[in-house]
């Protein structure tokens, strides 16, 4: 039995609203349903979004992406393409596109506090020439995620403020978290820490790309 009382959970949108207010008109007037110049502009700084997809059995999945500033190409005001670039190959985010294929995209700038928010279809896509564009030294990623843009908005700052994300003052000694490999040896019996940590060292010289 749940330890949680069923009179302080929220099951349904009227037991919402008792909780919170209706919100500002502005916030629906401000949801696009293309990409204005600022929502380019905005992909165009950034170097590192979160894609977030569903598969058909309902397991979320969160997955960073990363590269130089403007890595997601817009290729019009409806559709945005995406490198996918080396990994683990679990491919978790691709496997679950295929299954449902909407995705949510939020975008980061450093030294932003707003966000841009991005919601669409997805497709894998392995065509040569359109991923061609998308390669760096030499080497084109395996596939790439064309996205058809449903929704896009600005999501204001108040969430990065409160975490002082990019002030440099909060930054953590890095020794004092475990690395890499000393966590899954943690976590997957036999594994040997030191052989996880210069795995990874490899990759991230070697790998990237």
């Not at 979320?60 to 997601?72: I, K, L, N």
């Not at 036999?190 to 070697?206: H, L, T, V, Y």
Request: contains cysteine.
């Amino acid at each position: 039995m749940s330890t949680i009382d069923s009179e302080t959970t929220v099951g349904n949108r009227v037991q919402l609203r008792t909780v919170y207010p209706e919100p500002r008109a502005r916030a629906a007037q401000k949801v696009l349903d293309h990409l204005d110049v600022h929502c380019r502009n905005f992909i165009d700084m950034s170097p590192f979004c979160v894609l977030s997809t569903t598969g058909s059995n309902g397991r979320a999945d969160a997955s960073p992406r990363g590269d130089p500033p403007g890595f997601v190409k817009v290729l019009d005001d409806r559709t945005l393409l995406i490198p996918d670039r080396p990994g683990n190959n679990q491919v978790d985010s691709l496997q679950n596109i295929i299954e449902h294929p909407v995705v949510g995209l939020l975008f980061f700038v450093p030294g932003m506090n707003e966000t841009l928010r991005v919601c669409g279809a997805a497709e894998i896509v392995t065509d040569e020439a359109l991923l061609a564009p998308l390669s760096v030294g030499g080497r084109a990623p395996l596939s790439g995620l064309r996205i058809t843009v449903k929704d896009a908005f600005l999501h204001c700052g108040r969430a990065l403020i409160r975490s002082r994300l990019w002030d440099p003052d909060v930054r953590i000694d890095r020794s004092s978290y475990p690395t890499y490999g000393q966590v899954l040896a943690d976590q997957i019996a036999g594994a040997n820490a030191r052989s996880i940590d210069a795995d990874e060292d490899e990759a991230n010289r070697n790998q990237l790309y």
